[in-house]
T-cell receptor, first 112, second 116 residues
Framework: AQSVTQLGSHVSVSEGALVLLRCNYS??????LFWYVQYPNQGLQLLLK??????LVKGINGFEAEFKKSETSFHLTKPSAHMSDAAEYFC??????????FGAGTRLTVKP | GAGVSQTPSNKVTEKGKYVELRCDPI?????LYWYRQSLGQGPEFLIY????????DSGLPNDRFFAVRPEGSVSTLKIQRTERGDSAVYLC??????????????FGPGTRLTVL
């Protein structure tokens, strides 16, 4: 069965610094990959998803992620962090579209 | 409303009681999902409906958990003889149920269940 591993349960960056959240996947067939964000007391919101159309995927709020098959990775990046980016971020994988499985999450803190 | 809604937003119950959690999906979405999110963890898949039928219930932890979607819209997650370990946020999501490459799950705000 497919799975994802998020490296680092907590990441702290300064405002304006690069954000890098790591995700590695395991799947026996080509996967669909997702990043979701969860703000306190809110539901999960889709940031972006990879569906094999392009390896570099651009999402909302200036985030992007690159699918690297050789590294089985789908890391999330943003060039310059804002205070409003502080949240929990979840990577997820699916092979059929209806079988999404989530990582444990990474909490992003942004320091002024 | 335009999004997925869940009621109640918070539910406190005593050990051994029965609870029902409700999910209203986005109108027209044929696929509906339930997840459980424990503190500090990612969402854990419970069950997936396509229309009225449970297409995959492999994530239900035991027979105390049951879910229905009788008319293919609203779904209810039912938990019998609640235990303290059932305390978590229960998330519902819906999607069009169409091609995997284009389908996206939209999540509700969740129901926080606390079992005392």
């Amino acid at each position: 069965a497919q799975s994802v591993t998020q490296l680092g349960s907590h990441v702290s960056v300064s405002e304006g610094a690069l954000v890098l959240l790591r995700c590695n996947y395991s799947s026996s067939v080509p996967p669909y990959l997702f990043w979701y964000v969860q703000y306190p007391n809110q539901g999960l919101q889709l940031l972006l998803k990879y569906t094999s159309a392009a390896t570099l995927v651009k999402g909302i709020n200036g985030f992007e992620a690159e699918f690297k098959k050789s590294e089985t990775s789908f890391h999330l990046t943003k060039p310059s962090a804002h205070m409003s980016d502080a949240a929990e971020y979840f990577c997820a994988v699916s092979v059929r579209g209806n079988d999404m499985r989530f990582g444990a999450g990474t909490r992003l803190t942004v320091k002024p | 409303g335009a999004g997925v809604s869940q009621t109640p937003s918070n539910k406190v119950t005593e050990k051994g009681k029965y609870v029902e959690l409700r999910c209203d999906p986005i109108s027209g979405h044929t696929a509906l999902y339930w997840y459980r999110q424990s503190l500090g963890q990612g969402p854990e898949f419970l069950i997936y409906f396509q229309g009225t039928g449970a297409a995959d219930d492999s994530g239900l932890p035991n027979d105390r958990f049951f879910a229905v979607r009788p008319e293919g819209s609203v779904s209810t997650l039912k938990i019998q003889r609640t235990e303290r370990g059932d305390s978590a946020v229960y998330l519902c999501a819906s999607s069009t149920g169409l091609a995997a490459s284009t389908d996206t799950q939209y999540f509700g705000p969740g129901t926080r269940l606390t079992v005392l």
